[in-house]
């Protein structure tokens, strides 16, 4: 409360009197928690990336000595660690027998055997914080941060689509669209535009032989990984390109395929009209454009109760909008809302869209588009 009442004996005299103690008190318990959960995203984002986790589910409680010799780590650091796991009330610590135990419901959704690891969210943290000075940079001088300053950027997001996409593609993302799996099973001419490491991609590759897949993406890295996950499964049917979309509206091959996809993909675009254009002529006319993207408002005042809003911000600030910014685009943003994409598909020409949701997926709308 002392640093409270200094607090308010700096504001002016006017205004002391209807200044709020317990509400900025309250603010503050807020921000400490907020500190100690941006910390804790970091060292999940450490205990993934090591298997810290993954070895504790398999292990009755043990000591530091034993979980590092178990994960072939380091013991000193992984003490450390057990101390943020332990007061962030992740780990269970007996301190008569300094053992340490991951209880099995906290297992279920932190590693990786799990439906949804969680622990793969924290990440993220982790990547974004590598660019805090160029970003620091961007909002004085305006500019953006290149893809090429994000060392694990796609492998994190290869990761998020591997729990939320590919386990979702057969079952529920392409039965949106009625007929569609059959029509692949039958053989159609598929494009995957911003493609990434092209993880959905070569899944649908391998389940659906008869159909032939391309994937466009800007980053040469990820290009390459997709083109070396295609050789070591077989694919034989799908091709990939590292290729700038942002002219696509003019370079598009006319009525080419069948059906076209993006994931999450049309946000961090350059030009994303251009891009959504682009798709609009290189569809055939009984074809069909999928889109998964984030779900949320155009008005950041209808955003306020979303539950991954501030996190889905944040990496639209050091992320989607500055990649889009460095390349001179339009920096259009993750939260670019469900108004902005229906008015950017209407221009794109577009005559009919539907917006679908999954019940597994609380991030992402489908937007289900014919020409």
Same mark, same amino acid.
């Given at each position: 409360m002392t640093e409270t009442r200094q607090f308010q004996s700096e504001i002016p005299a006017e205004t002391a009197a209807a200044f709020d103690s317990a509400r900025a008190e309250a603010f503050g318990e807020r921000l400490v928690d907020l500190f100690n959960s941006g910390a804790l995203s970091l060292m999940l984002s450490i205990g993934h990336r090591?298997?810290?986790?993954?070895t504790m589910a398999g292990m009755d409680a043990a000591t530091s000595e034993a979980i590092a010799a178990k994960a %072939?780590?380091?013991? $000193?650091?992984?003490? *450390?660690?057990?101390?943020? @796991? =332990?007061?962030?009330?992740?780990?269970?610590?007996?301190?008569? %027998?300094?053992?340490? $135990?991951?209880?099995? *419901?906290?297992?279920?959704? @932190? =590693?990786?055997?799990?439906?949804?690891?969680?622990?793969?969210? %924290?990440?993220?943290?982790?990547?974004?914080?590598?660019?805090e000075d160029d970003i620091v940079d961007c909002f004085r001088n305006g500019g953006g941060v290149p893809y090429e300053r994000y060392r694990r950027f796609h492998e994190v997001m290869a990761e998020d689509s591997g729990q939320t996409v590919l386990p979702a593609l057969e079952g529920h993302i392409l039965p949106l669209v009625p007929g569609l799996s059959d029509r692949l099973a039958q053989g159609i001419r598929v494009l995957d535009a911003g493609c990434g490491r092209g993880k959905a991609l070569n899944l649908m590759a391998r389940l659906f032989p008869n159909s032939r897949f391309v994937g466009y993406d800007l980053s040469?890295?990820?290009?390459?990984?997709?083109?070396?996950?295609?050789?070591?499964?077989?694919?034989a049917n799908v091709t990939f390109e590292a290729r700038d979309l942002s002219d696509f509206d003019r370079t598009a091959e006319p009525e080419a395929f069948d059906l076209v996809t993006t994931f999450d993909a049309v946000h961090d675009q350059k030009e994303p009209l251009a891009l959504l254009k682009g798709i609009h002529r290189t569809l055939k006319p009984d074809g069909v454009y999928l889109a998964q993207d984030i779900r949320g408002h155009s008005h950041v005042h209808l955003n306020t109760d979303h539950p991954l809003g501030p996190l889905l911000y944040t990496v639209s600030c050091m992320h989607c909008m500055t990649v889009s910014l460095a390349q001179g685009g339009e920096g259009l943003g993750a939260m670019w809302g469900e108004e902005k994409a229906l008015d950017y598909l209407a221009a794109a020409g577009f005559a009919e869209t539907e917006v679908r949701t999954l019940e597994h997926d609380i991030q992402n709308n489908y937007y289900i588009c014919r020409p």
């Open positions: 090591t298997g810290l986790f993954d %072939g780590l380091d013991e $000193r650091y992984v003490r *450390e660690w057990l101390g943020a @796991m =332990t007061v962030g009330g992740i780990v269970e610590h007996d301190p008569e %027998g300094a053992t340490y $135990r991951l209880p099995a *419901e906290h297992a279920a959704i @932190m =590693t990786r055997s799990s439906d949804e690891n969680f622990a793969i969210y %924290g990440q993220f943290i982790g990547v974004l914080g590598s660019v040469e890295e990820a290009i390459a990984y997709a083109r070396n996950e295609a050789r070591e499964s077989g694919n």
